[in-house]
């Protein structure tokens, strides 16, 4: 077999299976040329989900008819004045978009440049260049690019369907314009537009949180806490959404590294582990990461697509990470989203339930209905009903944040008076994460205490699940549970961590004896701190069911206003309900 040089239009298509994977990609990389040329709109024009047009126009420098030619060869940009690449600047520096995109589609370019008295053009169909010529346009750049992929058939048929593909598209301009806050954007279809955001006006700060509102909602700015903070030359800055304000998919995280969106497994294994015990695991944050580093220690050269970066201490920019979000997250107490409220009293607007679409601000309806519904009883079905159970002795200042308690429904549910509406607490959840907290803070301290049973507690588990707990007996001992194998079939308890009080042995010991298998025992114990204390945590809290004394009920919400996380359980569920006045007045007509 004889090696021989590949054809040049074979060696384009070869470098777009890389570059151009579907129309969103095509439209990222022309809309960060159009960024790199220092344009202050972009708009985007898509038709068929990009199959049959994409067309990006620019208010940018523009080309001269000379640059116009080179820029559809191979690895010619002007991008690397110095040809360093270890100081990379600009979106793009490859110098491979342009011919790649006109190897598999038939491209045009349009182009004047700043000061020039005529426009020129430039096609490519197929690969093959043809000559520049005269074109009429004002000024900037039109790139228009027209039966993606007939070239190549056979990646026609791994495209999904228009409506698939538009949405991709959306969304790699969406991450775009939240990098370039100060760019007007555009991004319209056959039927609408989907994109228009104006260009941010004052300073970066102020353009910034308009572009933030624009792309995420209000709702984010409401629901986030701010992140600022520096390591060892690395600045991380941005917002963080609540724990409460989640989605099903991790579409709505945007990281940015030097102003560059990148998509890589460092930063979403770092936002899972800052959230690790505050949402549930199918569940993911709202959030917006923006990473400065210097050149030197990072590498955005590793894949065609620039979405993926390398950087010298990978374990410096995880910690910052984790640190700063669990940091901030902290510090936001006991805050709950304020979209739980607005999904609650969507429940009471007419027509729901009969087919009428939510509000839209309700960004928690597809998870939401579970997290309203009453726990069940130690029996198996739901806690008893029962009429409210008024609370007179209660303190009658409502001035706290979650307010002073009036009462207690159906044995589950502490209803506390704010200064401007009412809070609905589920007790079970609440103190759920209060324990939590409490057994973290125990053993960071050097070990919980524990509480020495009377009478030791046998605990009958399967051969296997009595291997898997009694392994672990001298890391459980460090947590306050001491146990020992009894026989085969079983292990005996002798002490529960104090901090549970009063609890079921035997249900944390099967609990925890499945939460092993579920996690494999090659981990310790240590690693799986957080899942270990949640499920003992669990057996420690109060009931549903159980009812509270008003004392108990006002040492319970005061508790939550103490306690980091409180705004959600150790399952990322919501633990109260804020509804104020005004909104409770709507429902009555009153406003």
Request: glycine content about 10%; hydrophobic content about 40%.
């Amino acid at each position: 077999m004889t090696i021989r040089r590949l054809p040049p239009t074979l060696v384009n298509r070869i470098a777009a299976g890389e570059v151009v994977e579907r129309p969103s990609s095509a439209v990222k990389e022309l809309v960060e040329n159009a960024i790199d040329a220092g344009a202050g709109r972009i708009d985007v024009v898509l038709r068929d989900g990009g199959r049959t047009l994409i067309a990006v126009s620019d208010d940018g420098c523009g080309m001269t008819p000379d640059e116009l030619a080179l820029a559809v060869e191979r690895h010619a940009t002007s991008k690397l004045p110095d040809d360093d690449l270890s100081r990379i600047g600009t979106l793009g520096f490859r110098g491979e978009a342009l011919p790649s995109i006109g190897s598999v589609s038939r491209l045009s370019i349009a182009s004047r440049a700043k000061g020039a008295s005529e426009a020129c053009a430039i096609s490519v169909e197929g690969g093959a260049i043809g000559e520049v010529r005269p074109a009429p346009l004002a000024g900037g750049t039109r790139v228009e690019v027209r039966d993606l992929f007939y070239a190549t058939p056979a990646r026609l048929k791994f495209l999904k369907s228009p409506r698939s593909e538009l949405r991709h598209a959306v969304d790699a301009v969406r991450r775009l314009a939240l990098a370039e806050p100060g760019i007007a954007f555009t991004l319209a279809s056959e039927d609408r537009t989907h994109i228009r955001y104006a260009a941010g006006t004052g300073d970066m700060l102020d353009a910034d949180a308009g572009r933030l509102v624009q792309v995420m909602g209000a709702d984010f700015v409401e629901n986030s806490v701010a992140i600022d903070a520096e390591r060892e030359g690395l600045r991380l800055s941005g917002r963080a959404g609540l724990p409460t304000l989640n989605r099903g998919n991790a579409q709505s995280q945007f990281v940015f590294v030097n102003g560059r969106p990148v998509q890589d497994r460092l930063f979403s294994g770092a936002i899972r582990a800052a959230y690790t015990d505050l949402l549930a695991r199918d569940r993911h944050p709202l959030i917006v990461l923006r990473l400065e580093v210097p050149h030197a220690l990072v590498d955005v050269n590793v894949h065609p697509a620039k979405t993926e970066v390398r950087f010298r201490d990978s374990g410096l920019v995880r910690g910052l990470i984790v640190g700063a979000l669990k940091h901030a997250l902290g510090g936001a107490g006991h805050r709950a989203s304020s979209t739980v409220a607005g999904y609650a009293l969507g429940r009471f607007q007419p027509g729901y339930g009969s087919g009428s679409p939510a509000p839209p601000t309700l960004h928690l309806a597809e998870t939401a209905a579970r997290f309203q519904a009453p726990p069940r009883s130690a029996a198996g079905g739901f806690a008893p009903a029962a009429a409210a159970e008024t609370n007179e002795s209660a303190p009658q200042d409502p001035s706290y944040p979650l307010g002073a308690a009036r009462a207690q429904l159906h044995g589950t549910y502490v209803v506390a008076q704010t200064e401007d509406g009412i809070v609905i607490v589920d007790q079970h959840a609440a103190h759920e994460r209060i324990v939590y907290e409490r057994i973290k803070a125990a053993v960071g301290a050097g070990g919980a205490d524990r509480q020495e049973l009377l009478i030791p507690e046998v605990v009958e588990l399967d051969e296997a699940a009595a291997d898997r707990v009694a392994g672990r007996a001298e890391e459980l001992a460090e947590l306050g549970l001491v146990l020992e194998r009894f026989g085969p079939e079983a292990v005996i308890v002798r002490a529960v961590p104090a901090l549970l009080g009063v609890s079921e042995a035997a249900g944390l010991v099967r609990d925890l004896a499945d939460e092993l298998a579920e996690h494999g025992t090659g981990l310790a114990l240590k690693e799986r701190l957080d899942a270990v204390c949640s499920t003992m945590a669990c057996h420690g809290s109060v009931r549903a069911g159980r009812r509270l004394t008003a004392e108990e009920m006002n040492a319970l919400l005061r508790q939550m206003e103490a306690t980091p996380g409180s705004g959600q359980c150790n399952h990322g569920r919501p633990t109260y309900v804020e509804l104020k006045l005004a909104d409770i007045e709507r429902l009555f007509g009153r406003r």
